[in-house]
């Protein structure tokens, strides 16, 4: 069965530096890769999703992941938070081989804050 | 357009009442999936309708859960006689159907319920 995990519970880092939240998964063939935002009172948010092909993929509001099959992980990135960021980040997979059946398997989940 | 909505937001009951918790997806939207996240966990897939059938069913706890979608609308779910470790958070996310590779899913904002 797939897995997903994302080894940080909690990061703070101060507004203008760069961020990078780790995700690795568990899954037999090349998996359909997303991350979400949720910030409070709001449902979860698509952020990006990989699929196929380029390994580095953009997202909505500067957020960028990559795709290193070697070593299962699907990082987010951006290079300089806003405040606005601070929320709870989640990286999911869905199997690629489930037409018609999307559910998606979530990681715990890391909480974002964000100092001046 | 109005997004996934859902009801109520925040519920509290004591442990044997019942609770219902509704869903109502964007419109048009045939598939509407049912998650729950218990504090400090992984945010789990429960069931999976397109429109008013049960397409997948194996992530229900338990036979105290039923859930319904008559004609293929909006979605409840019922949980009967309600436990403690019943409480966390319920997402309700639907899309629609047909997109390659992957139907995107659209999440609500969640119901908080908590058992006492």
């Known amino acids: 069965a797939q897995s997903v995990t994302q080894p940080d519970i909690h990061i703070t880092v101060s507004e203008g ?43 909505i509001k500067g957020f960028e992941a990559e795709f290193k099959r070697s070593q299962s992980s699907f990082n987010l990135r951006k290079p300089s938070v806003h405040w606005s960021d601070a929320a709870e980040y989640f990286c999911a997979v869905g199997d690629s081989f489930d037409f018609g059946n999307e559910k998606l398997t979530f990681g715990t989940g890391t909480r974002l804050t964000i100092i001046p | 357009e109005a997004g996934v909505t859902q009801f109520p937001s925040h519920s509290v009951i004591e442990k044997g009442q019942t609770v219902t918790l509704r869903c109502d997806p ?9 998650y729950r996240r218990v504090m400090g966990k992984e945010i789990k897939f429960l069931l999976h309708f397109v429109k008013e059938s049960k397409q997948d069913e194996s992530g229900m ?51 908080r319920l908590t058992v006492l």
């Open chain 1, 17 to 59: 530096a760069s961020l990078e939240l780790r995700c690795n998964y568990s899954y037999g063939a090349t998996p359909y890769l997303f991350w979400y935002v949720q910030s409070p009172g709001q449902g979860l948010q698509l952020l990006l999703k990989y699929f196929s092909g380029d390994t580095l993929v953009q997202g």
């Open chain 2, 26 to 34: 964007i419109s048009g939207h045939d598939n509407l999936y049912w």
């Open chain 2, 61 to 111: 706890p338990n036979n105290r859960f039923l859930a319904e979608r008559t004609g293929g609308t909006y979605s409840t779910l019922k949980v009967q006689p309600a436990e403690l470790e019943d409480s966390g958070v319920y997402f309700c996310a639907s899309s629609i159907s047909g997109e390659m590779p992957w139907d995107e899913q659209f999440f609500g904002p969640g119901t």
